[in-house]
Structures are given as structure tokens and as C-alpha cells.
């Protein structure tokens, strides 16, 4: 969980503020999976920080959901490309991807309990 929120403030995503009381507020909570080798074992824990969904109002962004994850199909259409093109591919294992984008408003969000 700690490394989830040093990485949240390495790529500055956020600020702590006090709560201001004229605005809503959305509430966060931990979801916890186990990474899994080729055999099912448990290699890593791994926490990530997400919006309790449940949250939401119909109406308001209730259509907006975004899930930045490479499809399978997408990455073996790049390999083919790079194959007949003859690129060499280089492997990066990225720990955090981040949407790149900036809001129009501002959006206040509650630590989980712990934090």
C-alpha cells in the first residue's frame, strides 16, 4: 500500500488538503490481488488505490470509466508489425501508468482508513 502512494506522489497526481466542506468528496478504498507465477503460487501482493464505484450518481460521469489495460489483441498486432517491419522490440515492465490529461474541475478524494 505505501509503495502504491509513493508512486501516486512521485508522478504528482495529488495534493493533501483539508477537507473543504462545501464539496463532495469520494471516498476510496484498497483492493488487494495476489500475482500468481506459471504454477499458482503466490509471488507478490499487490494493493491498488481505486473510487468505491458505488459512490456515483446517475447523471453525473456515470458513463466515464477508465481502465488504462492493453488489450491482447493489440499487443500481438504490434508484434506482427514490428516483426514484417523488422523493429526490434525492447520489454518494459511498468509499475504505474497513468492517464495523460488534465481535468477541468477540481476532484477531492478521502484516504482509506489507515492513511
Known amino acids: 500500500m505505501q509503495e502504491e502512494l509513493h508512486q501516486l506522489e512521485r508522478n504528482k497526481v495529488w495534493h493533501l488538503v483539508p477537507r473543504p466542506s462545501d ?8 483492493v ?11 509471488i507478490r501482493n499487490k494493493a491498488r488505490l481505486v473510487v468505491q464505484g458505488f459512490n ?3 447523471g453525473i460521469d456515470y458513463d466515464e470509466i477508465f481502465g488504462p489495460v ?11 508489425f514490428a516483426s514484417h517491419m523488422e ?21 477531492y478524494i478521502k484516504l482509506p482508513p489507515g492513511f
Open 23 to 30: 464539496r463532495t468528496i469520494i471516498r476510496t478504498r484498497w
Open 32 to 42: 488487494f490481488r495476489n500475482e500468481l507465477d506459471e504454477h499458482g503460487n503466490a
Open 56 to 58: 456515483q450518481e446517475k
Open 70 to 80: 492493453a488489450r491482447m489483441e493489440a499487443i500481438r498486432i504490434h508484434i506482427a
Open 87 to 107: 523493429f526490434t522490440l525492447f520489454l518494459m515492465d511498468v509499475k504505474s501508468a497513468f492517464l495523460n490529461g488534465f481535468l477541468k474541475e477540481e476532484v
